[in-house]
């Protein structure tokens, strides 16, 4: 049995709206340690000039998680056992809301006094007014909404609006499994698993106090999965194989979902709401969301009694998943293997009940969907193992997966314009093949490791409608996909880890036995081809003709351990990019201000693709860009290359430097 209970304090990746929307599938997560991009979204909303100078713009974030388990096993006689497993887990997230910035004056500049400013949040106060007294002199500073000195064109406040997260998600998950041994050539197991999620999800944002700016997401649902799976392992005479069979039912959580009527514009757009302002009438608004009812919900019931049929109940799927694997000798040191499988995924549970609405402008922006099948991958695998030296076993195999029924996006909007907005559907494929190639050595002697080079090519595209409007959702012709789907791909991935241990007796000398015994070094290197992109976008059937550069890594982590008394203590050093290679973060979008930086720049390289006819318009049109060369992406203006535009975030195209941790682990 295990007892786990955790609290963190941090930051939410969350940010409240202003003008823009919030995330709301990042809900539980704290900022991480690689949040460029979380900051780079937020220069795109006014070019850079006021957002990335607010530290109070993400909200704090109060996190509390539990987890238990249980797990009973019984020996029922000597060729069969049984084991129940029983877990819980909760998550509760809280975000404290209002001002709390500390007003006590720090010092002063001049004749400008200042406190802790810019941290801290100051979100609805008026013009920030400050007073102190310097000697003989009192001064008085009343800064503008933007803490910001005369002349100054940045922002330092009034933008951080309002988080109200009270969260809390909980997963009851059970776990029964028989394995049983029947005579010399079945090994059979057999077991049903339960997961139960209650999310109750009441969180909404504010930047104002009108319901301009405002979004919720309060939904409470309880969905369930119930699988059971039957696996018989035969063997005779050095052949093996495996066959078993998955089944499963996804219960979508129960209730209705408004997928009656795709263009209802009362229910959809025609809040009651829609033109509050301050007042009685607002606060009586927010204390609605407060309390963790959905007014859009309550809405769309009141509008389903009137217009029966608008509310459709959720649907459940059932699945059957066949797997088989056969694995069989060729020689003493090698074998031949074959897999083939299905396998289901279920889309995230807390992202499947997502609903954005604004209660002005469009009103309805994005809605989820429930009723998504999971989507289902087909495996195919086969390979060949050979032992070639001295525990030295090399794999080679060939693998084939296609992906179906992913979600995808889905367009709804009527002739009027008064409807538009996104929901998902089981519109993306995916078909993935390759060859992979690894080599191990494992066993426990000084010298350990592997590497593994995976030459993978994929490809993925969409069926079916791109856009549903009023005008064509009854016609057979409409609005497809056309134009998004895309050659196979190659890309190689060559991954190694060599593992250097020395012996915990290396000499009958305790000083040299002290010094020379009980060293862990792990080197992981990594390479992988850059990821593919489309430019320009708006070329017909132009499709993932240019790369971003490779990527290349090599970590080191260093232990040495030593008995101090009753403690095993390991003292370890760790290395992140061991050789500093600068890791060029062009793929992110980081270092370009905008679009048009990003534009700008890719126009001025002097690349292959542009000689061809479909670049000719665009030469002309822009003098002296999609000139035809050598160069590559990721090329800088150099003396050489004069002409190539450089993005104007410089300082984020690298990333990723040397970095080295130290520490101490202590066992007893």
């Known amino acids: 049995m295990k007892l786990l209970w955790k609290r963190q304090l941090g930051v939410s990746p969350i940010k409240p709206a202003f003008g823009d929307f919030p995330d709301a599938t990042r809900e539980g997560g704290f900022m991480p340690e690689n949040n460029l991009k979380y900051f780079t979204e937020l220069s795109d909303l006014d070019n850079g000039t006021n957002y990335m100078f607010d530290p109070t713009v993400f909200p704090l974030l109060d996190q509390t998680s539990v987890t238990t388990g249980l797990i009973l096993n019984y020996v029922i006689n000597p060729t069969t056992f049984w084991e129940l497993t029983l877990n819980y887990s909760s998550i509760k997230d809280h975000s404290p809301v209002g001002d709390n910035r500390d007003n006590t004056i720090l010092t002063h500049f001049g004749p400008f006094p200042v406190s802790e400013m810019p941290y801290g949040k100051l979100q609805y106060a008026p013009n920030n007014r400050l007073t102190t007294i310097i000697g003989q002199d009192t001064i008085t500073y009343q800064y503008p909404g933007n803490d910001a000195f005369p002349t100054v064109a ?5 933008k951080e609006g309002d988080l109200y997260t009270n969260v809390h998600t909980q997963q009851y998950r059970a776990k029964a499994d028989l394995t049983t041994q029947i005579g010399d050539h079945h090994y059979f197991k057999s077991g049903i698993e339960y997961n139960l999620y209650d999310i109750d999800h009441k969180m909404w944002h504010k930047w104002n106090t009108n319901a301009y700016n405002t979004y919720e997401y309060n939904y409470h649902r309880s969905p369930r999965q119930t699988g059971i799976y039957l696996q018989d392992q035969i063997s005779f005479e050095g052949i093996v194989t495996n066959l078993s069979a998955r089944f499963d039912y996804f219960y979508g959580g129960g209730g209705k979902w408004p997928t009656g009527d795709p263009f209802a514009i009362d229910a959809f757009v025609n809040s009651p709401f829609r033109d509050i302002g301050a007042g009685s009438t607002a606060d009586s608004f927010y204390q609605i969301l407060s309390s963790g009812r959905s007014i859009i919900w309550e809405l769309w019931e009141e509008y389903d009694k009137t217009h029966p049929g608008f509310l459709q109940p959720i649907q459940n799927h059932f699945t059957i998943s066949p797997r088989l694997g056969i694995s069989f000798p060729v020689t003493e040191n090698s074998k031949f293997y074959f897999n083939y499988g299905h396998f289901r995924s279920q889309p995230p549970y807390y992202s499947m009940y997502l609903i954005r609405y604004r209660y002005t402008k469009n009103g309805l922006y994005d809605m989820s969907n429930p009723n998504l099948e999971p989507p289902r991958t087909v495996s195919y695998e086969l390979g060949f193992g050979y032992n070639f030296f001295e525990n030295m076993i090399l794999t080679m195999s060939g693998y084939y997966k296609d992906v179906t029924g992913q979600n995808g996006n889905l367009q709804f909007g009527n002739s009027s314009g008064t409807i538009l907005y996104d929901s998902w559907a089981n519109n993306n494929y995916e078909d993935i093949q390759g060859i992979e190639i690894n080599i191990t050595k494992n066993d426990n002697t000084w010298i350990n490791g592997w590497i593994t080079f995976d030459y993978m090519l994929k490809k993925s595209g969409y069926t079916g409608r791109a856009e549903v409007n009023d005008l064509n959702i009854n016609t057979e012709l409409g609005t497809y996909y056309d134009g998004n789907e895309n050659r196979f791909l190659p890309q190689p991935r060559l991954t190694g880890n060599i593992h250097f241990l020395s012996p915990r007796d290396w000499s009958s000398n305790p000083w040299l036995n002290f010094l020379l015994s009980n060293w862990d070094i792990s080197i992981f290197a990594e390479w992988r081809a850059g990821a593919y992109f489309t430019f320009p976008e708006d070329i017909p059937y132009l499709n993932n003709n240019l790369q971003w550069p490779d990527y290349y890594m090599v970590n080191l982590r260093l232990n040495k351990t030593v008995d101090i008394s009753d403690f095993h203590t390991t003292f370890y050093v760790d290395i992140k990019n061991v050789f500093n290679i600068k890791v060029n973060l062009l793929r992110y979008d980081y270092a370009f201000r905008n679009a048009d930086d990003r534009t700008a720049y890719l126009a001025s390289l002097h690349l292959p693709i542009y000689d061809s006819p479909e670049f000719e318009n665009l030469r002309a049109a822009n003098p002296g ?29 690298y990333g990723f430097p040397r970095d080295i941790w130290f520490g101490v682990k202590v066992d007893f």
């Open 154 to 158: 940045r922002r330092f406040r009034s």
């Open 625 to 653: 860009l999609y000139i035809p060369g050598n160069d590559e992406v990721g090329e800088l203006r150099s003396t050489d290359k004069p002409y190539i535009n450089d993005p104007m975030d410089s300082y984020f195209i």
